[in-house]
């Protein structure tokens, strides 16, 4: 859009070539994505999705999401904070994630570690800014030491 605006923006989610909208920032712009018709993925401030297409060069687009999750530990809302991509490369996605560093949680790992990370309904204070391997070594830290290394 060269000359954006609300308008444009309401515009371009109702087009007949839109397929999915990925709404983030305020609740205005998530209530429009929700209101347009189309499939939408709306988050608000802090919950920042990344959509993978299948035609995306998958370790280019890891290492970018990757540098940017991890650079400040996540402390900036704009920082990806899921990722969405296409069925038929999720392997190929989480392989790679994988093999540049990332680690994934089964559901019992998450429960403890959320344990940690979650102070009641919000976020733990004393863990913003921290990198993975300080908040792996506090002795509440269910496990691995794998992420502490």
């Known amino acids: 859009m060269t000359q954006p605006s609300i308008e444009a923006t309401g515009e371009l989610m109702r087009h007949k070539l839109t397929d999915l ?16 018709g189309k499939p939408a993925y709306g988050v608000g401030p802090g919950n920042v999705p990344v959509y993978i297409h299948r035609s995306a060069n998958i370790a280019k687009a890891v290492s970018l999401i990757l540098q940017s999750k991890t650079f400040d ?65 506090w002795p509440e830290f269910p496990f691995p030491q794998k992420l502490a290394s």
């Open 21 to 36: 909208i990925l709404a983030t920032g305020g609740t205005g712009m998530v209530k429009a994505a929700y209101s347009s």
């Open 73 to 137: 530990y996540g402390t900036i809302c704009a920082s990806e904070q899921a990722i969405v991509a296409d069925q038929a490369i999720k392997p190929q996605l989480m392989q790679e994630l994988t093999r540049q560093g990332a680690y994934f949680l089964d559901q019992r790992q998450k429960q403890q570690v959320a344990a940690v990370l979650m102070s009641g309904k919000s976020l733990n204070p004393k863990i913003v800014g921290k990198s993975p391997q300080a908040i792996a070594a």
